[in-house]
Nanobody
Framework: QVQLVESGGGLVQAGGSLRLSCAAS????????MGWYRQAPGLQRELVAS???????NYADSVKGRFTISKSNAKNTGYLQMNSLKPEDTAVYYC?????????WGQGTQVTVSS
């Protein structure tokens, strides 16, 4: 059974930092692409970042230079380091991982950035 368990969300001041984690089981991040999607009411839904099994990364323009996606293959866990947070980063963040013809989702974690 594939399971993605997210943690690390919370409330921070503008300019602060958070690190989200996505712990995977039943799927190997060594051979799968994973990343985060975020959604806020009234705002454009956005693919935030992704990382391939081989370690290649991609970022949304809105977070490039502030966020870093990484992973530990040994821990089978992905990480999203979020620095210089802005109020517009406020959203529910969902991690995901893909196999051919199948996508798995974490439960989501709320990130709130106050001004």
């Amino acid at each position: 059974q594939v399971q993605l368990v997210e943690s690390g969300g919370g409330l921070v001041q503008a300019g602060g930092s958070l690190r989200l984690s996505c712990a995977a089981s039943g799927i190997s991040l060594s051979f799968s692409t994973m990343g985060w999607y975020r959604q806020a009411p009234g705002l454009q839904r956005e693919l935030v970042a992704s990382i391939t099994g081989s370690g290649g990364t991609n970022y949304a323009d809105s977070v490039k230079g502030r966020f870093t996606i990484s992973k530990s293959n040994a821990k089978n866990t992905g990480y999203l380091q979020m620095n210089s947070l802005k109020p517009e980063d406020t959203a529910v963040y969902y991690c995901w991982a893909v196999r051919p013809s199948q996508t798995y989702w974490g439960q989501g974690t709320q990130v709130t950035v106050s001004s």
